[in-house]
T-cell receptor, first 114, second 113 residues
Framework: GAGVSQSPSNKVTEKGKDVELRCDPI?????LYWYRQSLGQGLEFLIY????????KSGLPSDRFSAERTGGSVSTLTIQRTQQEDSAVYLC????????????FGPGTRLLVL | GESVGLHLPTLSVQEGDNSIINCAYS??????FIWYKQESGKGPQFIID?????DKRQGQRVTVLLNKTVKHLSLQIAATQPGDSAVYFC????????????FGAGTRLAVHP
């Protein structure tokens, strides 16, 4: 079946603008994760969804970052008033549930804030 | 805080040789470890995993070794091929942590013909 998909694949925006990043997890996967990967760095956890709930938001770097998930499927990560330090690759992963640990990643959205 | 790190940022090998990528972790509570491969412009791809009740697990051309005494993880790739060139990440997670993965910085593997 189809893997995790993300859109857009690339996004260039101006400082101060809002952006929305979308993730479509693997069908039937109830757990969804967002990570951020800065240039040349490892992946940094942002938020975890189980169904439509987010029991762990501990990785969101500031209140400019928010995420939601609807229908237990698609998730949107929103960054308000973007800053240059927000430039990174934003990766989404899903797993069958929060117990099944294997996470499958999408291709990521490359965000550049000018 | 907890962290996962790598000993070598870049590893160059000849095609056909065996590769060993090392990783150190600091959280003794971690009970599940995963290796991911990331090619340029793509998301991480699952390679192999191991639980803390094991010290070795083998896949196709890959072996993961876990040494809990020294908190060390390694990925061995047999008969390395040009297609193995990528950045490799180790990651850890632990029960009760919603399985959020803690990643190391990555090791770049360059395979030369």
């Amino acid at each position: 079946g189809a893997g995790v998909s993300q859109s857009p694949s690339n996004k260039v925006t101006e400082k101060g603008k809002d952006v929305e990043l979308r993730c479509d997890p693997i069908s039937g996967h109830t757990a969804l994760y967002w990570y951020r990967q800065s240039l040349g760095q490892g992946l940094e956890f942002l938020i975890y969804f189980q169904g439509n709930s987010a029991p762990d938001k501990s990785g969101l770097p500031s209140d400019r970052f928010s995420a939601e998930r609807t229908g237990g499927s698609v998730s949107t990560l929103t960054i308000q008033r973007t800053q240059q330090e927000d430039s990174a690759v934003y990766l989404c992963a899903s797993s069958l549930d929060g117990v099944e640990e294997t996470q499958y990643f999408g291709p990521g959205t490359r965000l550049l804030v000018l | 805080g907890e962290s996962v790190g790598l000993h070598l940022p870049t590893l160059s090998v000849q095609e056909g040789d065996n590769s060993i990528i090392n990783c150190a972790y600091s959280n003794s509570a971690s009970d599940y470890f995963i290796w991911y491969k990331q090619e340029s412009g793509k998301g991480p791809q699952f390679i192999i995993d191991i639980r803390s009740n094991m010290d070795k697990r083998q896949g196709q051309r890959v072996t993961v070794l876990l040494n809990k005494t020294v908190k060390h993880l390694s990925l061995q790739i047999a008969a390395t091929q040009p297609g193995d060139s990528a950045v490799y990440f180790c990651a850890e997670t632990f029960s009760g942590g919603y399985n959020k993965l803690i990643f190391g910085a990555g090791t770049r593997l360059a395979v030369h013909p």
